[in-house]
């Protein structure tokens, strides 16, 4: 091995393409050398062509083409051979160490010379020989503020959409100066955000095709100190994907299958998404209706579980029952009712909702009620002291996300069954998805539809499947079927789960 001297100098000369695909470069988990793919090659090409001016080089591709390990490569040639400060962040939904900083350490302790130059903690890769560190950052301005640092890496800049994140973003900007002929450099890899959040990497990439194109190949762009890599639809899907063309015709249409339209768009065709769309294919709801079911007036051996959406004046009133059926494996719409209330005539909640929940616990074994607290606290008070199963669930963003993709998953699966009604299927197709960097939760079309029951039937089918999950568990070796006595508690929970295991499986 060289000096280290003329050895960092070397790496200095040929550049990160030539030093990653070399033999002491970044080395694979079999040791030998990476191999770029062309649009790799070209966009780290032309950011070596235009080094000196360059200060911000920004990667927009789709997802699972490698732009982050792109992003990180860049990063880790700078950290070896400009010796110094350089940070790897991630987003705002990164609270472990970003990812680019992960690859960069696997890739460190595959190399051998590296790893003996290396010392390495959770949060700061040191090389040795030069004291020059590469350090993992959260989002946290305060923390960021003041750095002299050569390098800011961003991962997945589309997350870049929170105060605390825009902050820390602002705080690593470029400083002036240049170090080793180079001036300080920021790298921002991501595919398509959200319209009205992801405002940081919008502007950023908007920025950017206002630029001059410097390849003939490849859609790179400069503008001023900033150079621009942006590909999207199926162009990139056909010039980006990592392997042959028919393992990205199976990949991307299992990924259409799976993912909801504008989700697919966002990641594999790196289209903006406006975060909203149908939330249900009415063709697999029709699929969900039996016409042969109908509303069960009474079902003492089967656990039902019950979802309420509370209204007084406004939007309409909704509650939902529905049950786990072991035989076909699905969830059963049992009952439902809906109230109509208006601003003159507000609805009495104990006359119509605790009224039908108090036929439903005289005729049914109802193992929870859910509700949400904000309409209904005094009357599920009252409804608890009568012994009804009472149970607050607000309808914050992350359980409108898990009631609602829950919901979704039963019904692209046809593990819903439903009874016909007119009502609730118009309600079914009234309903959108409101997608967000938090996830999605089901909304109205138009504020005058009414989704209220299709929101109780979400709530309820979602209980449903933990009531499974929680009661049904796993038989245990050398131990009677229905012994319980290590995961429940004793007395009369533990009988009545007991004796309804046995009512369901038989004894």
Excluded at 54 to 65: E, F, G, P, R, Y
Aim: charged share 25%; proline share 5%.
């Amino acid at each position: 091995m060289k000096p280290i001297d003329e050895l960092i100098r070397q790496w200095r000369e040929i550049g990160p393409v030539a030093w990653a695909e070399s033999e002491h470069g970044w080395l694979n988990s079999d040791k030998q050398p990476i191999t770029f793919t062309p649009w790799q090659r070209a966009v780290l090409e032309a950011w070596w062509s235009y080094r000196e001016v360059v200060t911000t080089l920004a990667i927009s591709n789709i997802k699972k083409t490698g732009k982050t390990f792109t992003n990180a490569v860049l990063l880790c040639w700078r950290w070896l051979a400009l010796p110094g400060e350089h940070f790897a962040v991630g987003n705002d939904f990164d609270q472990s160490a970003s990812r680019q900083f992960q690859e960069i350490t696997n890739m460190v302790r595959n190399n051998e010379y590296l790893k003996k130059n290396t010392a390495i903690t959770a949060r700061v890769l040191t090389f040795k020989p030069t004291n020059s560190t590469i350090q993992a950052l959260s989002i946290d301005a305060a923390g960021n503020a003041g750095a002299n640092h050569l390098t800011a890496s961003h991962t997945e800049t589309w997350g870049v959409i929170y105060q605390a994140g825009v902050r820390a973003y602002e705080e690593l900007t470029p400083p002036p100066g240049r170090f080793y002929g180079l001036p300080t450099l920021r790298i921002c890899d991501s595919y398509a955000g959200y319209l009205g959040e992801s405002d940081t990497w919008h502007k950023l990439v908007d920025r950017g095709l206002q630029g001059e194109p410097v390849s003939d190949e490849w859609p790179i762009y400069l503008k001023n100190g900033l150079l621009l890599f942006h590909i999207d639809g199926e162009t990139a899907q056909q010039r980006c994907y990592r392997g042959t063309r028919e393992e990205a015709a199976i990949y991307y249409t299992d990924q259409k299958t799976t993912l909801r339209p504008g989700t697919f768009e966002r990641l594999h065709l790196n289209k903006r998404s406006t975060g909203e769309e149908a939330f249900i294919d009415m063709e697999l709801w029709d699929k969900c209706i039996d016409p042969n079911h109908r509303p069960v007036l009474s079902l003492p051996d089967k656990r039902l579980y019950v979802g309420v959406d509370a209204a007084i004046k406004h939007d309409s009133a909704s509650v939902v029952a529905v049950y786990y059926d072991f035989a076909i494996k699905k969830v059963l719409l049992a009952r439902h009712k809906v109230w109509q209330p208006s601003r003159q005539a507000p609805l009495d909640l104990d006359g119509t909702i605790g009224d039908f929940l108090r036929e439903l616990y005289k005729n049914y074994h109802l193992a929870e009620i859910r509700y949400d607290p904000y309409q209904m606290h005094d009357l599920a008070t009252r409804l608890r002291s009568e012994g009804l199963p009472m149970v607050e669930y607000p309808q914050s963003v992350p359980n409108l996300t898990a009631m609602g993709q829950n919901l979704y998953e039963l019904i692209k699966a046809g593990n819903l069954l439903l009874y016909p009604d007119e009502f609730m299927r118009t309600c079914a197709s009234h309903a959108i998805a409101l997608q967000s960097s938090r996830g999605w939760r089901i909304a109205k079309e138009k504020t005058s539809h009414k989704i209220d029951v299709i929101v109780a039937l979400a709530m309820a089918a979602l209980l449903t499947n933990l009531g499974v999950i929680q009661h049904i568990e796993v038989p245990r070796p050398q131990k009677s079927r229905w012994d319980y006595s290590d995961v429940h508690d004793t007395g009369p929970k533990h009988e009545e789960r007991t004796g309804w295991a046995k009512r369901i499986f038989g004894a």
